[in-house]
């Protein structure tokens, strides 16, 4: 008598049912390979959201995922900052490539797991506001080229203007956010003029926005963090144009 089973396809939904279940989750990656297989993008799907302490090691994980020049980047990073303290073998090869399966992509979020992982590495306090402004950004470019799912981006404007995001294919990128639903866009930490700011940059981040208008055509929601007014003349500093703006408002409604 053959013994009754369930079909592949009913094992995935009962694996979507348990998308909240993280412990459990982890435990279906040990059942076979199909179970992993189709266990790790639900388990990646958001996995910096309530994350505690003993997870901040999924910043080693992304670290795996790094390209050659990623590495690098990283590396003359950690070494201009005199930390010597962290060992990663780059030759390791991750089964599969986890940031493409991220949905949510929070700038924020991300941005403090990481920092909070890196912590425990710096002793001198000076550097701990360079993590932020010169290693951190290296992780988030990393997860955005890779990405292929996001359907939420919570993204910094002053992204655009880290040297890691220097030679980054934002087409690339765009192309990629055909699933997006939900845009956020802040404002609120962009110095207008700052040491990062440059012609480049603006017209990079303007492509950004362009391309998101023409690609994004499932967007419903749409959130526009300001920055507080500034005492200069910003009159050339416009970050977002009045067409841009008008483009992102038409593709939600």
């Not at 003993?54 to 670290?63: A, F, P």
């Not at 909070?116 to 080229?145: A, T």
């Not at 990079?204 to 005492?231: D, H, M, V, W």
Request: charged residues 20%.
């Amino acid at each position: 008598m053959t013994l009754p089973y369930l079909t592949d396809d009913c094992i995935y939904y009962i694996l979507q049912h348990l998308q909240n279940d993280r412990l459990t989750l982890f435990k279906c990656l040990l059942v076979n390979r199909f179970w992993c297989k189709s266990t790790i993008p639900l388990l990646y799907a958001n996995p910096f959201a309530n994350i505690t302490e003993k997870n901040y090691s999924i910043t080693l994980t992304l670290i795996l995922c790094f390209n050659k020049a990623e590495i690098l980047q990283l590396k003359n990073q950690l070494g201009s900052n005199q930390i010597n303290n962290i060992n990663f073998d780059k030759e390791h090869k991750p089964l599969f490539e986890y940031p493409k399966y991220l949905e949510n992509y929070n700038n924020n979020t991300i941005s403090s797991v990481i920092y909070k992982w890196f912590v425990k590495y710096v002793s001198d306090l000076s550097i701990f506001k360079k993590l932020y402004y010169e290693i951190i950004p290296i992780f988030l470019q990393s997860i955005l080229r890779q990405s292929r799912n996001i359907k939420q981006l919570d993204i910094s404007i002053n992204l655009f203007y880290k040297e890691s995001f220097k030679n980054f294919n934002f087409q690339n990128f765009t192309s990629n956010l055909t699933k997006l639903n939900l845009l956020s866009l802040n404002f609120q930490n962009f110095q207008p003029g700052g040491t990062d700011h440059s012609t480049v940059n603006e017209e990079i981040e303007q492509e950004f926005l362009g391309n998101i208008t023409n690609i994004c055509t499932n967007t419903s929601k749409l959130i526009i963090k300001l920055a507080r007014p500034y005492q200069h003349d910003t009159s050339n500093d416009l970050i977002i144009t009045t067409t841009t703006l008008e483009k992102l408002c038409t593709i939600i409604q």
